[in-house]
């Protein structure tokens, strides 16, 4: 545990401080009582023994309880935990390469790629975040990673198809999105994943039309990248 504001609790050594002059004041004016009071009258007056003296303690004690209750919530404490959270990232990678213009799929090969993307997304649970890359002759990302499955929908209505076709980059870039989303906001990550490293459960779904005539890195190079990643590709 820690506290935000632990100046405060300085304040916590007063009370006990309180409580012996309280106590002190009520001595001083028991013996005052004592040596001007009429003994017999006053003794057919008090309650039994035991009862009424301590009674007279309770309200000071609950104000000296409040008060220390009020002043630990003013030092604001704090308990900082580790809890599991329900959370998987998919990344939507699209081949926007221009032989997905073809026909032959009706509409077209895109649009038959896109309405199944979307139903996908429709499906997935709302924890899940995605995000989305682009690919022809070179990966772009088109939506970062988020939880906002609207967000996602829409970067799939501005899709359009032209150029060759680097799966393996895409794959790659795909992966160094997840190092990125791992690392924090604002993270970049340079070179392939070291030994040991890791990112949240995360999964790539590749939609793509044909084979690679583009791009620095083979696919089978990008999915042993991800194998070392432990993302499975789909």
């Known amino acids: 545990m820690r506290f935000d504001w632990p100046i405060a609790l300085v304040a916590l050594v007063a009370i006990p401080a309180a409580v012996v002059a309280y106590v002190l004041v009520e001595r001083r004016r028991a013996r005052f009582a004592l ?25 000071p004690a609950l104000f000296a309880l409040a008060l220390a209750v009020a002043l630990v919530g003013v ?7 580790s809890i599991p959270r329900e959370q998987a990232t998919v990344v939507l990678v699209i081949d926007t390469s221009g032989s997905m213009i073809a026909d032959d799929v009706q509409p077209s090969r895109l649009t038959a790629a896109r309405e199944a993307l979307r139903r996908f997304v429709h499906k997935l649970p709302g924890r899940f975040r995605v995000g989305v890359i682009t690919f022809s002759s070179q990966p772009r990302v088109a939506l970062p990673i988020t939880d906002d499955h609207d967000l996602v929908l829409q970067s799939l ?8 076709t680097a799966i393996g980059d895409a794959v790659a870039r795909a992966l160094d999105v997840l190092r990125e989303a791992a690392k924090g906001p604002g993270a970049t990550v340079t070179g392939p994943p070291g030994a040991g490293e890791k990112v949240p459960p995360s999964a790539i779904v590749l939609m793509s039309d044909g084979a690679q005539n583009r791009g620095r890195l083979q696919p089978l190079q990008a999915a042993q990248l991800a194998k070392r990643l432990k993302v499975p590709v789909y």
Do not use: C, Q, Y
Not at 35 to 53: E, I, K, M, W
Not at 75 to 81: D, L, N, S, T
Not at 157 to 164: A, E
């Open 157 to 164: 209505d501005r899709l359009t198809p032209f150029g060759g």
């Open 75 to 81: 030092a604001r404490p704090a308990v900082a935990r």
């Open 35 to 59: 040596r001007f009071t009429n003994l017999d009258v006053l003794a057919s007056l008090l309650p039994p023994s035991g009862t009424a003296p301590r009674r007279r303690f309770v309200p």
